[in-house]
């Protein structure tokens, strides 16, 4: 069963918005802090956003500050509103569940803070 499930991807044009929630699956997620990961064909897993299990603290890839905002809600499902977006926004978008601990700070940026993934849901902006 996977842990994490990803929804609201699809097909934008350029200067658009979506908005892709991830939602918790057979388990909770409370204890979590929650990122979204990108992923373009040919190149690796990068970082996108990351929230803290409290939600007082965001973190942002430079590409995407001031034009993708994270957030959560009292259910702990996770949202990406993504505006103005980009061609090169294009990606599958992964969220994914990191236990807060001290090092999850230093690290936010990195897969290996994290320890569940979801599938992954498709983002396509069009030109």
């Known amino acids: 069963q996977v842990p994490l499930v990803e929804s609201g991807g699809g097909l934008v044009q350029a200067g658009g918005s979506l908005r892709p929630s991830c939602a918790a699956s057979?388990?909770?997620?409370?204890?979590?802090?929650m990122g979204w990961f990108r992923q373009a064909p040919g190149t690796e897993r990068q970082f996108v956003a990351a929230i803290s299990r409290s939600g007082s603290r965001t973190w942002y890839a430079p590409s995407v500050k001031d034009r993708f905002t994270i957030s959560r809600d009292s259910a702990n499902n996770v949202y990406l509103q993504m505006d103005s977006l980009k061609p090169e926004d294009t990606a599958v978008y992964y969220c994914?569940?990191?236990?807060?601990?001290?090092?999850?700070?230093?690290?936010?940026?990195?897969?290996?803070?994290?320890?569940?993934w979801g599938q992954g849901t498709q983002v396509t902006v069009s030109s």
């Open positions: 057979g388990r909770t997620f409370s204890n979590y802090n």
């Open positions: 994914a569940a990191g236990l807060s601990t001290s090092d999850f700070y230093s690290y936010y940026y990195s897969e290996k803070a994290y320890d569940y």
